[in-house]
């Protein structure tokens, strides 16, 4: 074959040189094109939106939630929200229950992943979230973690906000001192028998979604589940009742309990201190607890829904929702001094929130459901086990 001139070659250097000259004039025409179509289309919906008035959202519990996700919006905006509360179980009756009566009344969720991808993906109640993102700000995704707006299902219905690292270990500061431990394994140490309380991992919460982590965790696992109920633990169901046992000295040691709650004690000047996870040779889960963002398919206020949901995932939004919750937004450029440094996603970090995730929990149900290490129901201790984990 024979090889082009050096004069062909020279001026094929300067056409692609020319080309190339070309393409970086025309790449910030287009994308100012793109940014001011983004802020027609935002104009448009924004005045259809103060037209319909208001928004319906169903959040999760807590007055502090609840504000967050209400007044700031209400403010900017001049648009009431409807706010149900609701922890994620009676999500899909409630709708199921509307929908056959022909009624179609909410048109955002706020909820646990869990909750999502088990009943509401599967009831085929919500609509793809990414078509009503509009906002520059939202759709930058240099402005998310890892340059990516995590979405957990293939529709794109689940958008997660805000996972952060889980505190999973808790003590009574007056009896123990929290930097006596270096790994789970050291929750075996016989002492412990019988002074540890931990959050029930047969229901969903924060004790589930910690033996689902030990489950998961390659030098932790089955074996490790199995001898850290032969320590006695005691099961309950109830957060305030776990934390408040835990405060008051009736047990050293808490597994699973809830983040918030304790948080909320420590302050009011409840002995409770949260083990820094850093320190713990296995770390611990990122969750996003209930920062899973979905939109209703047959939204009763379809522009609202959206102005709704692009201030939700704006700085301004996420801002004030993981203040008043103690998570770390996906956004990398909100603040994260309102939580203790360890909260912030750590690299390669277990995540217990996932469709995977949850579905090894059918593979660790049958261990929790063995008969000589859960047969005595929350709030009862277990019979001891003979394993041990070395």
Known sequence: MKKPGAAKVINMERRLSALISVSLLILPLTSGVFAATAQEDWGRVLQAAKKEGKVSLIGPVGADRRDALTIPFEKKFGISVEYHADSGAGIL????????????????????TTTTLETLIPA????????????????????????VLEFLDPGRQLLVMSPYQRGTLFVNSTLVDPKEFKSYKDLLDPKWKGKIVADDPRKSGPGQATFTFFFLHPELGAKFIRALAGQGLTLLRD????????????????IG???????????????????DIRQLKEGSDTSPASGGLSIFNRPPHPNAAKVYINWLLSKEGQTSYVRATGYISNRLDVPT???APWRVPQP?????????AIDKRHELSPILSERRLFSHGAGRPYPHSELDVA
Do not use: C, F
């Not at 309990?257 to 083990?275: M, T």
């Open 93 to 112: 009756p409630r709708l199921s229950a509307e929908r056959k009566a022909d009624r179609y009344l909410w048109d955002v969720v706020v909820t646990g």
């Open 124 to 147: 085929r109640v919500l609509d793809s979230l990414e078509p009503n993102l509009i906002l520059t700000e939202v759709r930058d995704l240099k402005l998310w973690r890892n340059g």
């Open 337 to 339: 001094d309102h939580a």
């Open 239 to 254: 957060y305030g009742q776990e934390v408040n046992m835990l405060g008051q000295g009736r047990y050293s040691l808490g």
């Open 257 to 275: 309990l809830s983040d918030s709650l304790a948080e909320q004690r420590a302050k009011q000047g409840v002995p409770i201190e949260i083990v």
């Open 348 to 356: 390669g970090s277990i995540k217990t929130y996932t469709k995977e």
